[in-house]
């Protein structure tokens, strides 16, 4: 009995600890790939979750027998590889996980495992500690290629003169193997056939599910009702088709609307340092528009400079990201006001307030100061831990009155 206790004292101590010291986590906790095609890349996703008082970077690594066959990707930015991802405290990050099946593959079982690790912030001594419980990846390649697709919806809205009328098809695609669906689009005016236009460029990856838009040209169309007959078919066989009813309408009768979803500022401003603005911006309206970043600098009270970033075409029900771009080259204390003009109204960003001096190796922001979050932070760790050592302590006791009456 003592021994017992001994040792539950001693794991009451040692988990809390290695949480401390080590909390990482992988959600799921095993990652499937089944009934896999050679020669096809196939994707799915995974989170990266911290339970650390301040962000963390962590690298990610496979090891097994899949190893070379494995990549990672931000989810917002699919074209570069990478091998560590950023999370902020008691948060998560997704990533994208790509699996190149080789054309050489045999068929049968694969397994490998994925690990976690937190990357040293130490620049003369990079270390890696806290590996987190390794998740399982399983591959089952069975060689057969199955073209398959489903389609989950089409519809179609009204629109302006000048502007395009869009069909829109939410496909999914149910084989191993890629799928490119046609979807053939016939327009008629009060019963009249007038044109028609295909859409076949969009590739849909296995397992995956995707928008695909297809537009007619209203231009010099005039205003009226129309019908589009929508067919949508997959290796010449017909799927799914639909009539829409629509109408084009005189310019001016929609409202663009548009709202900001998110703004990330880079974390290092300084002396000669590129400050980046990403904005996520979302049509939230019934027609499309141009949107782009616009603002105002100024330092030590003064106006010295105007910001306008690049125009983006935002779809309806569509989010883009939109940038701006500023580079102190003078010390002094800076505020930039920042908006977002769409079709004639404009979304108000909270500005941005520093100061730059010298010997400073970066600046100091209003975010540098402490934030009710920040506060709190080492409570919610502390508090967790707590509930841990509950659960354990009672398990503990619950074991030590059975022993003893057995």
Same mark, same amino acid.
């Given at each position: 009995?003592?021994?017992?206790?001994?040792?539950?004292?001693?794991?009451?101590?040692?988990?809390?600890?290695?949480?401390?010291?080590?909390?990482?986590?992988?959600?799921?906790?095993?990652?499937?790939?089944?009934?896999?095609?050679?020669?096809?890349?196939?994707?799915?996703?995974?989170?990266?979750?911290? /339970?650390?008082?301040?962000?963390? &970077?962590?690298?990610? @690594? %496979?090891? *097994? #027998?899949? +190893?070379?066959?494995?990549?990672?990707?931000?989810?917002?930015?699919?074209?570069?590889?990478?091998?560590?991802?950023?999370?902020?405290?008691?948060?998560?990050?997704?990533?994208?996980?790509?699996?190149?099946?080789?054309?050489?593959?045999?068929?049968?079982?694969?397994?490998?495992?994925?690990?976690?690790?937190?990357?040293?912030?130490?620049?003369?001594?990079?270390?890696?500690? /806290?590996?987190?419980?390794?998740? &399982?990846?399983?591959? @089952? %390649?069975? *060689? #057969?290629? +199955?073209?398959?697709?489903?389609?989950?919806?089409?519809?179609?809205?009204?629109?302006?003169?000048?502007?395009?009328?869009?069909?829109?098809?939410?496909?999914?695609?149910?084989?191993?193997?890629?799928?490119?669906?046609?979807?053939?689009?016939?327009?008629?005016?009060?019963?009249?056939?007038?044109?028609?236009?295909?859409?076949?460029?969009?590739?849909?990856?296995?397992?995956?599910?995707?928008?695909?838009?297809?537009?007619?040209?209203?231009?010099?169309? *005039?205003?009226?009702?129309?019908?589009?007959?929508?067919?949508?078919?997959?290796?010449?066989?017909?799927?799914?088709?639909?009539?829409?009813?629509?109408?084009?309408?005189?310019?001016?009768?929609?409202?663009?609307?548009?709202?900001?979803?998110?703004?990330?500022?880079?974390?290092?401003?300084?002396?000669?340092?590129?400050?980046?603005?990403?904005?996520?911006?979302?049509?939230?309206?019934?027609?499309?528009?141009?949107?782009?970043?616009?603002?105002?600098?100024?330092?030590? *009270?003064?106006?010295?400079?105007?910001?306008?970033?690049?125009?983006?075409?935002?779809?309806?029900?569509?989010?883009?990201?939109?940038?701006?771009?500023?580079?102190?080259?003078?010390?002094?204390?800076?505020?930039?006001?920042?908006?977002?003009?769409?079709?004639?109204?404009?979304?108000?960003?909270?500005?941005?307030?520093?100061?730059?001096?010298?010997?400073?190796?970066?600046?100091?922001?209003?975010?540098?100061?402490?934030?009710?979050?920040?506060?709190?932070?080492?409570?919610?760790?502390?508090?967790?831990?707590?509930?841990?050592?509950?659960?354990?302590?009672?398990?503990?006791?619950?074991?030590?009155?059975?022993?003893?009456?057995?």
């Amino acid at each position: 009995m003592r021994k017992i206790l001994i040792l539950s004292i001693v794991l009451l101590i040692a988990i809390p600890a290695a949480y401390a010291v080590g909390g990482i986590g992988i959600t799921p906790s095993r990652i499937e790939f089944e009934d896999l095609a050679r020669g096809v890349e196939y994707e799915q996703s995974f989170n990266v979750l911290s /339970g650390y008082e301040e962000e963390k &970077t962590f690298e990610l @690594e %496979i090891q *097994g #027998e899949l +190893k070379g066959w494995i990549s990672f990707y931000d989810p917002d930015d699919m074209d570069k590889e990478i091998d560590s991802i950023n999370v902020p405290s008691f948060s998560k990050s997704p990533v994208i996980m790509k699996l190149n099946v080789p054309e050489t593959a045999s068929n049968g079982n694969y397994l490998s495992e994925l690990y976690v690790k937190i990357t040293s912030e130490k620049k003369e001594k990079p270390q890696s500690v /806290g590996f987190v419980i390794p998740t &399982t990846i399983y591959v @089952e %390649i069975t *060689g #057969e290629q +199955k073209l398959n697709g489903e389609v989950k919806e089409i519809y179609g809205t009204d629109t302006e003169t000048g502007q395009p009328f869009r069909v829109s098809v939410s496909f999914m695609n149910t084989g191993n193997v890629n799928a490119k669906p046609s979807i053939e689009t016939k327009l008629y005016s009060e019963g009249i056939y007038i044109d028609e236009f295909v859409t076949d460029d969009t590739e849909v990856k296995a397992g995956k599910i995707d928008m695909i838009e297809s537009d007619w040209d209203t231009t010099g169309r *005039g205003v009226g009702n129309f019908t589009a007959e929508v067919k949508v078919y997959l290796d010449n066989k017909l799927l799914d088709e639909k009539n829409i009813s629509f109408s084009i309408m005189k310019q001016g009768t929609f409202t663009a609307e548009g709202r900001i979803l998110g703004v990330r500022d880079s974390k290092n401003i300084g002396l000669n340092k590129v400050l980046k603005t990403e904005i996520d911006f979302f049509n939230s309206g019934k027609i499309d528009f141009n949107a782009r970043v616009s603002g105002e600098v100024y330092k030590d *009270g003064e106006l010295i400079e105007t910001i306008k970033g690049e125009d983006s075409i935002v779809m309806v029900n569509q989010k883009v990201e939109l940038l701006s771009y500023f580079k102190p080259e003078e010390y002094g204390e800076y505020e930039i006001r920042r908006w977002v003009s769409y079709a004639g109204h404009k979304s108000d960003i909270e500005p941005i307030s520093f100061f730059l001096d010298e010997g400073m190796d970066s600046a100091m922001t209003q975010k540098s100061l402490p934030s009710k979050d920040d506060i709190a932070s080492p409570i919610k760790g502390v508090v967790f831990l707590s509930v841990i050592v509950l659960i354990l302590a009672l398990i503990v006791i619950a074991l030590g009155i059975y022993l003893k009456r057995k």
